[in-house]
């Protein structure tokens, strides 16, 4: 299975701030089959990007996913507070599916 | 908008079945194109997908895929997940979703913790 490396861990950042995540796969994500979810305490995750860079239904423009093959990003060009939560990403390219562990972004 | 709602025991006890019910309103499993899908978060890890169902009836499991099993009861909107022999890396917040046939996630239940625990 492709394995999903998810970079940094964490990261403390201040509201207004442009941050750029990282998804690394073990392996090429075919067709670029690759989304990312917000999810905040206590909340189930919400789809924000599918087939690596198209805006889910609602998702502000702020939010931005690009990339291809192995490596993939997802940008906030400026946070909100309500932007502060977990990332996760996702392949779903090859069976089975499955998620990144999750990059944190937290006021700092 | 399609709302969907886990419901099950809270605690299960190691060696047990955990099962768990996907309670589905404002739109029938029985229509569209949808995997209906059940997901898993373990304490402080990351997600990991379980299975899903179509309305067809076909499910299809992630390996190893013996203690799984995934069921749908159209007249009541719902479908089911059953897990054997449970142990304590079972443990996790469970939740239903339903997938597009890329396997993107676009709506959620809101999640329940079940604890394998003695």
């Known amino acids: 299975e492709i394995v999903l490396t998810q970079s940094p861990g964490t990261l403390s950042l201040s509201p207004g701030e442009r941050v750029t995540l990282s998804c690394r796969a073990s392996q090429s994500v075919s067709s670029n089959n690759l989304a990312w979810y917000q999810q905040k305490p206590g909340q189930a995750p919400r789809l924000l990007i599918y087939?690596?860079?198209n805006r889910a239904t609602g998702i502000p423009d702020r939010f931005s996913g690009n990339g291809s093959g192995t490596d993939f990003t997802l940008t906030i060009s400026r946070l909100e507070p309500e932007d502060f939560a977990v990332y996760h990403c996702q392949q779903y390219g090859s069976s089975p599916s499955t998620f990144g562990q999750g990059t944190k972004v937290e006021i700092k | 908008q399609v709302q969907l709602q886990e419901s099950g025991p809270g605690l299960v006890k190691p060696s047990q079945t955990l099962s768990l019910t996907c309670t589905v309103s404002g739109g029938s499993i029985s229509s569209g194109d949808y995997y209906w899908s059940w997901i898993r978060q373990p304490p402080g890890k990351g997600l990991e997908w379980i299975g899903h169902?179509?309305?067809?009836?076909?499910t299809y499991y992630v390996p190893p895929q013996s203690r799984i099993t995934i069921s749908s009861d159209t007249s009541k909107n719902q479908f089911s997940l059953k897990l054997s022999s449970v142990t304590a890396a079972d443990t996790a917040v469970y939740y239903c979703?339903?997938?597009?046939?890329?396997?993107?996630?676009?709506?959620w239940g809101q999640g329940t913790l079940v604890t394998v625990s003695s």
């Open positions: 979703a339903r997938a597009t046939l890329e396997q993107q996630l676009g709506q």
């Open positions: 169902i179509h309305r067809s009836g076909a």
């Open positions: 087939g690596a860079s």
